[in-house]
């Protein structure tokens, strides 16, 4: 089975410049996450979708940021503009639908650099 | 409100037990998880205890956990190097969302 898949792996842009993150789910999970990693702050949530539809984005950082989820097999996560204080690991998240046992599943996160 | 909570760092010697500890604050939570992070890398699931369970085994992995308390453990049975990672416990919350404590950095040496 093909896990959570983020795209690009590295990206390293100037301020001021539009970036994209990009995140495929696993097949059939209803729940999808974006978090943000860094030294100072740890893992932080930023916003959190169920059937496509943002549940909770009250950890996104600012208006620069902003995210979508146009369809169950892709989500996007934007920045415009980009600051150098948005340098971080970010990773996205799914998980199956339901009360019980429902782990989250990460990809392997997108290391972002803001020069 | 929902907080998770760990220390930050441990270090033991190879082939010594590891004992990484958190406390949480929902009561209701039904599952509480440990993910493991190597460098680089994206939270792995490493395991996971129903709240109804007092302790659960897999292998080199032993979680207590206590309810009453509010306290979760994971021991890591003959710690090795490659063990070295750091330690995420969550527990459940609304909607799927977990709710992640700081993180525990294990360092192992020899």
């Known amino acids: 089975d093909a896990g959570v898949i983020q795209s690009p792996r590295h990206e390293v842009t100037e301020m001021g410049q539009e970036v994209t993150l990009r995140c495929k789910p696993i097949?059939?999970?209803?729940?999808l996450f974006w978090y943000r990693q860094t030294m100072m702050r740890g893992l932080e949530l930023l916003i959190y979708?169920?059937?496509?539809?943002?549940?909770?984005d009250s950890g996104m950082p600012e208006d620069r940021f902003s995210a979508k989820m146009p369809n169950a097999s892709f989500s996007t996560l934007k920045i415009q503009p980009s600051e150098p204080r948005d340098s971080a690991v970010y990773f996205c998240?799914?998980?199956?639908?339901?009360?019980?046992?429902?782990?989250?599943?990460f990809g392997d996160g997108t290391r972002l650099s803001i020069l | 409100g929902e907080d998770v909570e760990q220390s930050l760092f441990l270090s033991v010697r190879e082939g010594d037990s590891s004992v990484i500890n958190c406390t949480y604050t929902?009561?209701?939570?039904?599952?509480l998880y440990w993910y493991k992070q190597e460098p680089g890398a994206g939270l792995q699931l490493l395991t996971y205890?129903?709240?109804?369970?007092d302790m659960k085994q897999d292998q080199r992995l032993t979680v207590l956990l206590n309810k009453k308390d509010k306290h979760l453990s994971l021991r890591i049975a003959d710690t090795q190097t490659g063990d070295s990672a750091i330690y995420f416990c969550a527990e459940k919350g609304g909607y799927n969302k977990l709710i992640f404590g700081a993180g525990t950095r294990l360092a192992v040496h020899p």
């Open positions: 979708f169920n059937n496509n539809v943002p549940i909770d």
């Open positions: 205890i129903f709240s109804n369970m």
């Open positions: 998240a799914s998980s199956p639908q339901g009360q019980g046992y429902q782990p989250q599943h």
């Open positions: 929902d009561s209701s939570s039904t599952y």
């Open positions: 097949s059939g999970h209803n729940s």
